[in-house]
């Protein structure tokens, strides 16, 4: 048997948090969209072998155990007792290490994916619970549609679709750590900003009062270490976009325009300055139930 399954990367269009647990973990505060760059899982089930085999196309990515997929199909082939193989093959499209989600969207896939090949019948919610110790941003991608997503990453409240908007996504070439990033966060001074504007601004398809309570408190974090972030953010507001925000802990940076046209000319002007950058739309698996590759075979 075997399935593929689409993994679209996630954008923050707000990241706070308000505390950090005793034991480490952040609260967070966190509003999500997924956009339609996407990496593809394909697994194949090895009846003969009951062990998990990770292939990618990408020469950045750990094959064994440390690969989020790796450690999500084990996840549920234990707590199911199924002894079959499988073969996860990685179509990587996600930049790497860019606050982008790439990974947590590949254990996602894999959960979702494993869900429909060995018919477990779970539910989202239930397969968001097997993600969260796996990554943070597991739960969102489970999900993969827009989302307030708060607690360690575990509560995911859906919310409508975003109104017709144009992400333009450059990467600058930096591979940004998670952990060293927030092992610098210092509660006392963070910038915060109210969540309700712009989860109202989505209610009401609000273009404008989205694009002008996005944030993400890391983003003064990160661009410190990095001045590139904040060079390539100020270029997409000189180019024309409503707001431009850096994703997760970065550096990867966002602009967003509401018209293609604009949008389409402020990705020309950027690839003088950035040699990644995408053009893309917000996706969500809701839209994609026919277009999903997921036939059983
Ligand atoms: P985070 O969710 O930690 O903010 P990110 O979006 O910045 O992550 P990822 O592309 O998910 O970045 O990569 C983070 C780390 O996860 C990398 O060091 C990478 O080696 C590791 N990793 C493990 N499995 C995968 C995978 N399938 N795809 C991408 N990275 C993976």
């Known amino acids: 048997m075997e399935i593929t399954e689409k993994a679209p990367a996630k954008l923050n269009l707000y990241l706070d948090t308000p505390f950090q647990h005793s034991n480490g973990d952040f609260e967070w505060e966190m509003v999500m969209t997924t956009v339609d760059l996407a990496d593809y899982i394909h697994i194949e089930t090895l009846p003969d072998y009951d062990q998990i085999i990770v292939q990618t196309d990408s020469g950045f990515l750990p094959c064994d155990h440390r ?21 996860i093959s990685i179509q990587k499209n996600i930049p ?87 092992k610098q966060v210092d509660h006392q001074k963070l910038h915060h900003q109210n969540i309700e504007q712009l989860v109202t601004g989505i209610k009401s398809q609000d273009f404008k009062q989205i694009t002008s309570n996005m944030s993400n408190v890391l983003e003064p974090i990160t661009a410190k270490r990095y001045p590139e972030i904040s060079r390539i ?22 602009g967003v325009c509401e018209k293609y046209s604009r949008a389409s000319r402020v990705y020309n002007s950027l690839r003088g300055f950035c040699e990644e950058v995408y053009l893309v739309k917000p996706v969500s698996l809701n839209d994609e139930k026919g277009a999903l590759k997921n036939d059983l075979v």
Not at 67 to 87: E, P
Not at 234 to 239: G, T
């Open 233 to 254: 953010k100020n270029k997409m507001l000189q180019f024309g976009t409503s707001a431009a925000l850096m994703s997760g802990t970065g550096p990867t940076v966002y």
């Open 96 to 182: 790497v290490a860019a606050g982008m989600g790439g990974g947590s969207a590949d254990a996602a896939a894999v959960l979702r994916a494993l869900n429909k090949l060995w018919k477990l019948g779970l539910s989202l919610q239930k397969l968001a619970n097997f993600g969260l110790s796996l990554d943070s941003d597991v739960p969102f991608c489970v999900y993969s549609q827009p989302a307030l997503v708060t607690g360690k990453g575990e509560i995911i409240t859906p919310l409508n679709e975003l109104p017709a908007m144009w992400f333009i996504i450059a990467k600058p070439p930096a591979s940004v750590s998670t952990p060293f990033i927030l």
């Open 67 to 87: 690969n989020l997929t790796y450690q999500a199909a084990k996840k549920i082939k234990q707590h199911f007792s199924i002894s079959v193989g499988l073969k």
